[in-house]
C-alpha cells in the first residue's frame, strides 16, 4: 500500500503476548505496542485528532502555529501533523523530559522552550502557563491543550479501543494503561465498558501525583504532590480527559519499580519501551497477581519507545547514580522519620519575616537550612550559605523580608524513599522534604541519611 503522507500510517499498532514476566500470574498478560505508530507513541493518534478537529471548527487556519505543553511524545505527534499540513510547532517542556526527547523535537522542525518542573502548573514559569501566554501572544496560533481537549479521549474512543476488541475478538476481561492526560486511558475504556460492562480497568499512578487518592477519597490533596522523576504518567492537575467513573481501580509505581520493570521489558520481551511502560506492566502485574484468574485476558497499553530514554533509564551510570540498580537493601525516609520518636518539630520561617529574624532562628535552633512557609504552604527556602553570601555583598538584606532572598523550595520526596534514591535528590546545599502519614513535613538532610547508613 502507498500512503500519501506519514500521518496516514498511525494507528493499527501489535499486540503482543507476554511469555516470561508474566510467570505465575492465571490468565493472558497481552501488550498494545505502540511504538509502532510513525512517531513511536501513542500519542501520535490524539495529535492529529486534535488538529484535525481544529481546522474543521476554524481555529486552526492555514500558515498557523500549533503551541502546546509536552512530555515530548504529543509534540512529536504534533510536528508530524504539522510537516504534512504546513504548520509551525513551538513546544514547551518541563526540565526533568529526557534530552533525547527535546532533541527529537528539534530534528523535526519545532521549537522547543524548557520550563522548570518544579513549579506549580499556574507559577508563570510552568510548562502550561508559558505555553498558554505564547497562544496569546503569537498571532494565528493553535494550543490544542492535550489535558482538556477532548479530541485526546475521542481518538482512542475511535481507534484504539476498536482495535483491542477486534485484535481480542471480543474477548478481553481487564484493561490496563498509564494515567496522564487521561486520554488513552478513559477513551480506550469509554469504548470497551460500552461493548462490555463487566471489563475492568486498571490506572497506573505514579508517587507524586494526585490521581489515586482523589478516585478513592474526592479530595484533590496538595500534599500527594511532589516532584518524581518518570515521565509521561500522574499528573498535579485534574485533566478535563480523566473521566475516573471509568477507572475502577488505581495502582500507584514508583520511579525505580517503573525503569527496573522497562529494562527486563527490553531484555526478556525484546519490548524496547520508555518509563512509563514499565510503570503500566508494573502496575498491572502486581494487580493481576491477585485479582486475575484462569481465562482471563488482561491488555496493557505501552505508550513509547525506548530510543527517549537512552541517556536515562538505559544508561547504567545514569540507573547506578540514582539508586535504580543496587542490590543492596536500604532503609527509607520513613525510618528516619520513626527514629526521632515523635519528638522533632520543624523549624521554618515565613515569608514576610525580617531577614536578621530568621537568621536568629537558624542560629538559635543550630540549623542550616530552613523551609519557608506561606498560609502553610512550602513556599521556598532559607541555607546559611547563600543566604551569607547575600548579606555579605549587601548588609542592608538583613532588614529585608525573607521573600526577598529565598531560594526555591526543597524538593518533596515519598515516605518510602529509599535512602539512596534520598541521597542521589539531595542537591550540593539544600535537603528534601517528606510528609508523614500524619501531613507533618520532616526535613531529611545529608547528615540524616549518613546516620542512618550507618546504624
Not at 27 to 47: C, Q, W
Not at 277 to 305: F, Q, T, W
Amino acid at each position: 500500500m502507498i500512503y500519501n503522507s506519514i500521518i496516514e500510517t498511525i494507528g493499527n499498532t501489535p499486540m503482543v503476548r507476554l511469555n516470561r514476566l508474566n510467570k505465575g500470574i492465571k490468565g493472558e498478560i497481552l501488550v498494545k505496542v505502540e511504538y509502532f505508530n510513525p512517531g513511536n507513541s501513542m500519542k501520535d493518534r490524539m495529535a492529529i485528532k486534535m488538529v484535525e478537529d481544529a481546522e474543521e471548527a476554524g481555529f486552526l487556519k492555514p500558515g498557523g502555529t500549533i503551541i502546546e505543553g509536552t512530555s515530548g511524545n504529543t509534540g512529536m505527534g504534533l510536528a508530524l501533523a504539522a510537516i504534512a499540513k504546513g504548520y509551525r510547532c513551538i513546544f514547551t517542556m518541563a526540565d526533568k523530559q529526557s534530552k533525547e526527547k527535546i532533541d527529537i523535537l528539534k530534528a523535526v522542525g519545532a521549537e522547543v522552550i524548557v520550563c522548570p518542573t518544579n513549579v506549580t502548573p499556574d507559577d508563570p514559569r510552568s510548562y502550561y502557563s508559558v505555553a498558554k501566554k505564547l497562544n496569546q501572544d503569537i498571532p494565528n496560533s493553535f494550543y490544542p491543550n492535550q489535558y482538556d481537549n477532548l479530541s485526546n479521549s475521542l481518538a482512542h474512543y475511535e481507534t484504539t479501543g476498536p482495535e483491542i476488541w477486534r485484535d481480542t475478538e471480543g474477548k478481553i476481561t481487564h484493561y490496563a494503561a498509564g494515567v496522564g492526560t487521561g486520554g488513552s486511558m478513559c477513551g480506550t475504556a469509554k469504548y470497551l465498558k460500552e461493548q462490555n460492562p463487566d471489563i475492568i480497568t486498571v490506572g497506573i499512578d505514579t508517587y507524586g501525583s494526585v490521581f489515586k487518592k482523589y478516585k478513592e477519597t474526592g479530595i484533590f490533596d496538595e500534599n500527594e504532590i511532589y516532584p518524581y522523576l518518570t515521565e509521561g504518567i500522574g499528573e498535579d492537575i485534574l485533566p478535563k480527559n480523566v473521566d475516573f467513573s471509568l477507572i475502577d481501580h488505581f495502582i500507584k509505581v514508583t520511579d525505580k519499580d517503573a525503569a527496573v520493570m522497562t529494562r527486563r521489558l527490553s531484555r526478556e520481551e525484546g519490548l524496547f519501551v520508555g518509563w512509563s511502560c514499565g510503570s503500566a506492566v508494573h502496575g498491572a502485574l502486581e494487580y493481576a497477581k491477585e485479582n486475575l484468574k484462569e481465562g482471563d485476558r488482561m491488555v496493557i497499553i505501552l505508550p513509547d519507545h525506548g530510543t527517549r530514554y537512552l541517556g536515562k533509564i538505559y544508561n547504567d551510570d545514569w540507573m547506578r547514580n540514582h539508586g535504580f540498580l543496587e542490590n543492596k537493601t536500604f532503609g527509607t525516609a520513613r525510618d528516619i522519620i520513626s527514629a526521632r520518636n515523635g519528638s522533632y518539630q520543624l523549624v521554618v520561617s515565613h515569608k514576610n519575616d525580617k531577614v536578621k529574624d530568621a537568621i536568629h532562628l537558624m542560629n538559635g535552633k543550630s540549623v542550616s537550612q530552613i523551609p519557608v512557609l506561606e498560609d502553610g504552604h512550602v513556599v521556598g527556602c532559607l541555607t546559611d550559605s547563600k543566604l551569607l553570601t547575600k548579606i555579605i555583598e549587601n548588609p542592608e538584606l538583613k532588614d529585608a523580608t525573607v521573600a526577598d532572598v529565598m531560594e526555591a523550595s526543597m524538593k518533596f520526596v515519598a515516605l518510602d524513599s529509599t535512602l539512596d534514591v534520598l541521597s542521589s535528590m539531595l542537591d550540593k546545599e539544600k535537603a528534601v522534604l517528606v510528609r508523614d502519614d500524619n501531613h507533618q513535613i520532616h526535613i531529611v538532610t545529608k547528615h540524616d541519611i549518613l546516620e542512618a547508613m550507618t546504624k
